[in-house]
């Protein structure tokens, strides 16, 4: 739920990168913070296992600066991906203005995909939430994989209706970083515009 | 989507008040009210404190550590944990329930004890209350104009790489 403070003249959205383990929501946050000025980001915030999975959420906060008097910043989320770490991927989505569906090329995650995206309806829901309202793009990444699933296989799973923009990626190189985000960020913008 | 929180500006002016006084009192370092989706409303430093770390970097870990606690709370049968205290041997924190959408977390060192903490921040929030009950929806001007042209910002972010 974006956040106006006419006191600060800031408008503050949530954006969340979902989907499964290991499928680089890490990596395009880690991308967005090397291709972004200092100036215009916050520090980084990872918490993470030993292994450097996710354990809780990465946090990078970004400041897009001023319109119309206005200072419009966005807080970029992470969810841990690992099936058993729900109850911390369910708080993370609390308020969350639209999401980055982040999904795995590998043939063998397939199932996890539809897995992580059913999993977000039913955490959305929890919070009386739906994918018909929270804008959200797929991002289809590790498209280098040697025998990467075809994108629209991976499509007739995820959005066989193809109503969804939908992103190729290798974001461990940032192709496919910036797009997804920039689509997200102006369904964002353009929804807010029509309800304040 | 609706925008969660329309802070006035005279309200801001008496938030900014009572957090002085919070910290003037309990000699805490820092004091802020953040909401629920980890964006802050309001901080104050003390004048004698360090410069804060990265604010939004300690809201974002404030709030989540609150929604840990309160989740863990629900799974324990309770309505909720109402407080939350971190504490280590230089720095603690104390957060505390102001409402469904916003915590009050106040930092402190030695020089402040929990106790006191805990009573003044207590207090802070009762007269504070009244004043976030009464926030009436302001009305801004930000139309599609606005949304393409704060498009055009994350643009020139990431230098325009399209």
Request: net charge neutral.
């Amino acid at each position: 739920m974006s956040t106006i403070n006419a006191a600060k003249r800031e408008i503050n959205f949530k954006i969340v990168y979902y989907g499964p383990g290991l499928s680089g929501k890490t990596t395009n946050l880690k991308q967005i913070y090397e291709h972004v000025p200092s100036s215009s980001r916050g520090d980084m915030v990872n918490i993470d296992t030993e292994q450097e999975r996710t354990l809780f959420f990465d946090f990078l906060p970004l400041d897009l600066g001023l319109v119309n008097g206005f200072k419009t910043r966005l807080h970029l989320y992470t969810v841990p991906g690992q099936v058993f770490y729900n109850a911390s991927r369910k708080l993370i989505l609390r308020g969350v203005d639209g999401v980055v569906f982040v999904a795995d090329s590998a043939p063998n995650r397939l199932r996890a995909n539809a897995e992580s995206l059913r999993n977000l309806r039913e955490n959305l829901e929890s919070y009386n939430m739906s994918l018909k309202e929270v804008p959200y793009v797929i991002q289809i990444n590790k498209r280098d994989l040697p025998h990467a699933v075809p994108s629209e296989t991976i499509r007739q799973v995820l959005d066989p209706k193809h109503r969804i923009p939908t992103f190729d990626a290798v974001a461990s190189e940032f192709k496919g970083v910036f797009e997804p985000f920039r689509a997200l960020s102006q369904m964002v913008f353009e929804k807010f515009a029509q309800t304040v | 989507m609706k925008a969660a929180l329309n802070v006035h500006e005279d309200v801001a002016e008496q938030l900014e008040q009572h957090l002085q006084n919070l910290l003037k009192k309990s000699r805490a370092r820092y004091a802020m009210i953040c909401d629920r989706q980890g964006f802050v409303m309001h901080f104050n430093s003390a004048l004698w404190a360090d410069p804060p770390p990265s604010i939004d970097a300690l809201a974002s870990l404030i709030v989540s550590t609150y929604a840990a606690s309160d989740a863990l709370a629900k799974l324990l049968g309770e309505a909720n944990f109402s407080e939350s205290i971190q504490q280590g041997k230089h720095i603690a924190a104390y957060t505390e329930y102001i409402n469904e959408e916003l915590l009050l977390s106040t930092i402190f060192d030695g020089q402040g004890s929990l106790g006191q903490i805990k009573l003044l921040s207590h207090r802070t929030i009762k007269r504070i209350t009244p004043l976030l009950e009464n926030l009436k929806p302001l009305r801004f001007n930000l139309d599609k104009e606005w949304s393409q042209l704060t498009t055009l910002m994350l643009d020139h972010l990431f230098k325009d790489p399209q």
